[in-house]
RNA sequence: GGUGCCGUUGCCAAGUGGUAAGGCCCGGGUCUGCAAAACCCGUAUUCGGCAGUUCAAAUCUGCCCGGCACCUCCA
């Protein structure tokens, strides 16, 4: 498989440090709010990757955390006046839940920051020991970045070009700092902040640290894919690099992911500018899968124009791919031993070409392509095809579908007996060209949630 | 100022040297009692513009136009 890893910023063959072993980490939102719709994004399209490379035959470690304290944690529950943890604790409920929404699968460890104070000390305490961190007078403990060489080798930024770009020097801290370029990645507590014991006093972590620590503890000091939004590459994860490599003394992430953003109205989402959704609302309006299906309609890498109109059409996709599925079903019911083959091939080739495409840096829009070709191939030949040969059919489209997380609200329930019993009325009613009485059939039906199809092979029944 | 990204049919979107995938919408047809679904046909001589390289360019080079993002805590 080829990924584009952004440090080299080249398309590159991926090779796990183990055969078969993948390790991911990707970051998660900070639970201070709703996530909102370009959240959506990794969590779709690296859950996605995850998917795609289990299937594959991969054991695949996920690790995405959830940022449990940080200023816009504090902020808030000031604001609303709670406590961090009891708004963290609740956020992260309905984060949850909209990640299950999407059909974004658990991680495989989801780690709080909170729960992970004394691998963050530990870390900082090695950043120290190297020289690489010191502690100003007010008990913060910064990192020099300028100390490490390779600063900027990810994002491609030249330190002293920052320096000029604001005159953000001696204006941050107030110059606790021995240098602009120098973060925070211990803070001293200050009043009604929570606040843990470390042994330059009371304070809490600054943010990049808590994932450099989290993945460390879980993952180890190297691993393979490290992931998340465009805008992290600087400063989140310049300043994980810088500070993991230099505590560890090794490469801290061997590929660099990152989703491209999404956008409104062809305008970055923000409060400020009024353009801005949460999954939530926007799930309760078009659906979670809607939005699924609109996260792998383009490439990740480019950047996605968001509005409801776009995701009615993804819902008119999403259709086709369900009516497909319910052809097939149906036609399986109805299939004898004897008969076509050819689906079979058709079938092999999709999923070859299906791999192919995902192999590409994830090419999520073509792999939906396939799919498509391979609804076409479906909806002519099942009619005819084999019994076996549907069947197989079934199991390999659904897997296909399952690979991207798609078709995930399939409708499995027996038709109740009410049902049955008027759909062979009406069909009595059509032997007897009682056109008006099968008509009536039929509403009564669209009443009770069911539309019947009349088919070659008989009537159909789905359940709207 | 520095670093990147993007501009393909009505809409969404692949394609990055070999003569424009796929989805949605739209028009016509087949099937159907009607419908639905499905299938077939039709929908960009053209890929922001202009030059250039090449037998061949949406794809490479240059310039220009338009849009977006990052540059210390936004996915």
Known sequence: MKIFNTMSREKEEFLPMKEGEVRIYVCGPTVYNFIHVGNARPLCVFDTLRRYMTWRGNDVMYVSNVTDIDD????????????????????EKEYLTDSDGLNVLRPSVMP????????????????????YGY????????????????????????????????????SLDGGLKEDGAD???????????????SPWGAGRPGWHIECSAMAKKHLGATFDIHA??????????????????????????????HNGFLNIDDKKMSKSLGNFFTVRQVAEKMGYEAIRYFMLSAHYRTPLNFSMDI???????????????????????????????????????????FCEK???????????????????????????????????????????????????????????????????????????????????????????????????????????
Not at 115 to 128: N, S
Not at 395 to 405: Q, Y
């Open 72 to 91: 816009r944690l504090i902020a808030a529950a000031n604001e609303q006046g709670t406590t961090v943890k009891a708004l963290a604790q609740q956020y």
């Open 112 to 131: 709080r920051a909170t729960e992970h104070m004394q691998d963050i000390i530990a870390l900082i305490r090695d950043i120290v020991a190297r020289g």
């Open 135 to 170: 502690v100003a007078e007010n008990g913060d403990v910064y990192f020099r970045a300028r100390k490490f060489s390779e600063y900027g080798k990810l994002s491609h930024l030249v330190l002293d070009d920052l320096e000029n770009s604001r005159e953000l020097s001696a």
């Open 183 to 197: 973060f925070a990645v211990w803070k001293a507590a200050k009043p009604g902040e929570p606040a843990w014991e």
């Open 228 to 257: 998340g939004g465009q805008d992290l590459i600087f400063p989140h994860h310049e300043n994980e690099i810088a500070q993991s490599e230099c505590a560890n003394g090794q490469t801290f992430a061997r590929y660099w992911m």
């Open 311 to 353: 995701l009615e059409q993804c819902k008119a996709s999403l259709a086709r791919l369900y009516t497909c599925r319910e052809n097939l079903v149906f036609a399986l019911e109805k299939a004898k031993d004897a008969g076509e083959t050819m689906l079979a091939a058709r079938v092999q080739e999709a999923r070859d070409r």
């Open 358 to 464: 995902m192999d590409d840096d994830l090419n999520t829009a073509d792999a939906l392509a396939v799919l498509f070709d391979l609804v076409r191939e479906i909806n002519t030949l099942a009619a005819g095809s084999t019994k076996q040969v549907l069947a197989d059919t079934l199991e390999e489209f659904d897997i296909l579908c399952d690979v991207l997380g798609l078709l995930y609200e399939k409708q499995e329930e027996e038709v109740p007996a009410e049902v049955t019993q008027l759909v062979a009325q009406r069909a009595e009613a059509r032997q007897t060209k009682n056109w008006a009485r099968a008509d009536e059939i039929r509403d009564a039906l669209d009443a009770l949630g069911y539309t019947v199809e009349d088919t070659a092979a008989g009537p159909k029944v789905v359940k709207k």
